[in-house]
């Protein structure tokens, strides 16, 4: 009973803050992704 309890408060908070998790998500992988890296650099 906990467990489906906090899974369902863990899925609301996901809803309800979806779009800027995304956000962060695409902005880590920007940072850590090297081909993004590669080609940032060699535009600079």
């Known amino acids: 009973m906990l467990l489906r ?3 369902k408060h863990l899925r609301e908070e996901q809803k309800q803050t979806s779009c800027p ?3 962060r998500q695409l902005a880590a992988k ?3 992704s090297p ?3 590669g080609e940032k650099t060699q535009k600079l």
Do not use: L, M, N
Request: aromatic share 8%.
């Open 35 to 37: 081909t993004r890296k």
């Open 30 to 32: 920007d940072r850590y």
């Open 21 to 23: 998790s995304r956000e």
């Open 5 to 7: 309890k906090i899974k």
